[in-house]
């Protein structure tokens, strides 16, 4: 299984700001995903990072507000812009080596937007 | 309706029993199917994923699937303390674009 890192661990930033989270997978993957949890809540997936080209958004993320970036097989990064209160969460990376594979997961970010 | 369901909980089990966790989804064309646990704190770690109809047995752990029903299943044998957190249910919907519908979780409480 892949072995996923995160950074920053956990940041806490002003209302206004953008933060910029990295995921760094230990051996090339073919798909990269990002979620967020809510306190309390299940995962929500934010979008599926593509290697290459822009990221595929689900409903309720739009790109001016999380830009994703995907340079190579190995590295992601998520961007929270212009942060509110309401984007505290919990932000977190997964990987897997294809559409029906397992999903592994980083340690998470942990956000509070004060 | 909500795309996966699980019942939030919490189960209370006591220590030694066995732990009945469900899980139903709506789109029939499903093809994959995962548990994870995820402790307080902690990111989702993978338990058991299922792709057939039938039991998968690992460890103390069978997940039961039944496409007829839209439903999944894992039992947990002889629970322990240890058991006691989070479990999520995750399907791979027929769009096979490799994203994972989660459901809301069942909190676990195994008793000593």
């Known amino acids: 299984s892949a072995v996923i890192s995160q950074k920053p661990s956990r940041d806490i930033c002003q209302r206004g700001t953008s933060l910029t989270i990295q995921c760094q997978v230990d051996?090339?993957?073919?798909?990269m995903f990002w979620y967020r949890q809510q306190p309390g809540q299940s995962l929500t997936l934010i979008a599926t990072a593509n290697q290459g080209s822009e990221a595929t958004y689900e409903s309720g993320f739009v790109i001016d507000k999380f830009p994703i970036s995907r340079p190579n097989l190995t590295f992601s990064t998520l961007t929270v812009s212009n942060m509110s209160p309401e984007d505290s969460s919990i932000y977190l990376c997964?990987?897997?080596?294809?559409?029906?594979?397992?999903?592994?997961f980083g340690p998470g970010t942990r956000l509070l937007v004060l | 309706q909500k795309e996966v369901e699980q019942n939030s909980g919490p189960l209370s089990v006591p220590e030694g029993a066995i732990a009945s966790l469900n899980c139903t989804y709506s789109?029939?064309?499903?093809?994959?199917f995962f548990w994870y646990r995820q402790y307080s704190g902690k990111s989702p770690e993978l338990i058991m994923s299922i792709y057939s109809n039938g039991d998968k047995e690992d460890g103390r752990f069978t997940a039961q699937l039944n496409k007829a029903s839209q439903y999944v299943s894992l039992l947990i044998r002889d629970s322990q303390p240890s058991d006691s957190a989070t479990y999520l249910c995750?399907?791979?919907?027929?769009?096979?674009?490799?994203?994972?519908?989660f459901g809301q979780g069942t909190t676990l409480q195994v008793k000593p």
């Open positions: 997964s990987a897997s080596e294809g559409a029906r594979e397992t999903q592994y």
């Open positions: 051996s090339q993957v073919t798909m």
């Open positions: 789109d029939r064309g499903s093809q994959s």
């Open positions: 995750a399907v791979s919907p027929s769009s096979n674009t490799g994203k994972l519908i």
